[in-house]
């Protein structure tokens, strides 16, 4: 089938190649032009033949808003816009109403793969009405990983981007657990070898997953993570699915745990900690620190506990 792209960096461009070593015919637009096959949103819509499929794979937020209303003024009846970003599921409640005043389907789909999707493909979660999703249908085929899993139609606009949600926030978690064992591993005088520990859980334990084999890459690139700085971005999701725990009254304390850790990795000398050893000291006369500490820390010297 033919499929307009918008959006080709590292996800996108991935995308338009599986697609087309599939036999597909994409026509893609990026505001690079380097990158481009056409070079405008007009110029690609009309190389497309109706009914008109237009992936949009461009930064949530504005960039993904604005094209979507781009879109919206060049396509027509009968045409289906997938949003394959990582916008936030209410902004697809509202791109869903301002396209069907237009009769342009809506589809949220969710991505995950990374720079990895080109060779073994993309779990993919879309959300939509079933005579849209059956226009994107082949793209999904094509995009999927190979067997019986990998893509779920997970129910109307929305799903699709909410699952993607949940789903990172799955991920922080798991992220977390692995970073806070290898830390400790790495930190009492007792394993000699922490990277190997970690290979020999990639077969046979229960919490081998494809996030371990990432690590263990990691490690034996960079004994000891040296050339990297702690410090941690978060995308969003994290925050969303944070948020929907609380909208919808359901505990998440290993997700908020998760991404709260992140926010803690971005100071170097935490305002919080700096509060919390003042009133340490206040109330128990625990000693404060001036300056980074030899090795150890405080209760290793035989410090009362907080009371």
């Given at each position: ?8 960096g ?10 087309r070593n ?8 990026d505001r690079n ?10 110029e ?14 461009v ?7 604005d ?6 003024e ?8 997938v ?11 509202a791109a869903?109403?301002?396209?069907s005043?237009?009769?342009?389907g ?9 720079v ?13 009405d079933?005579?849209d999703?059956?226009k ?49 591993l790495?930190?009492?005088?007792l ?7 970690f ?5 046979g ?37 944070v ?15 998760a ?18 050893a003042a ?6 006369g ?22």
């Amino acid at each position: 089938m033919h499929l307009g792209l918008i959006g080709l960096g590292k996800m996108g461009g991935n995308m338009r190649t599986r697609l087309r070593n599939a036999g597909h015919t994409v026509v893609g637009f990026d505001r690079n032009p380097d990158l481009a096959d056409v070079g405008s949103l007009e110029e690609m819509v009309a190389a497309l033949p109706s009914p008109k499929v237009v992936w949009v794979m461009v930064p949530a937020g504005d960039p993904t808003r604005d094209t979507v209303k781009a879109l919206g003024e060049l396509l027509g009846e009968g045409d289906v816009i997938v949003d394959g970003g990582n916008s936030r599921w209410t902004d697809d409640l509202a791109a869903a109403a301002y396209l069907s005043d237009k009769q342009i389907g809506y589809v949220d789909c969710g991505v995950s793969g990374g720079v990895w999707g080109l060779e073994n493909g993309y779990a993919l979660m879309y959300g939509g009405d079933a005579a849209d999703i059956a226009k994107v249908q082949p793209v999904f085929d094509a995009l999927k990983p190979e067997g019986d899993f990998g893509a779920v139609h997970a129910g109307g606009v929305g799903s699709g981007h909410f699952s993607k949600m949940v789903h990172n926030g799955i991920e922080y978690a798991i992220m977390q657990a692995y970073a806070e064992g290898w830390e400790l591993l790495e930190k009492v005088d007792l394993v000699d070898n922490v990277t190997e520990v970690f290979r020999s859980w990639r077969e046979g334990t229960v919490i081998r997953s494809w996030l371990l084999d990432l690590l263990v890459a990691a490690l034996d690139d960079d004994p000891g993570l040296s050339e990297i700085r702690g410090y941690a971005e978060d995308s969003g999701e994290g925050r969303w699915t944070v948020e929907a725990g609380i909208d919808n009254a359901v505990p998440t304390p290993a997700i908020t745990a998760a991404l709260y850790a992140r926010f803690v990795s971005r100071q170097d000398d935490s305002p919080a900690m700096k509060a919390i050893a003042a009133m340490r000291n206040q109330f128990g006369g625990h000693a404060v620190q001036t300056s980074p500490p030899a090795g150890g820390d405080a209760a290793d010297a035989g410090e009362p506990a907080d009371s």
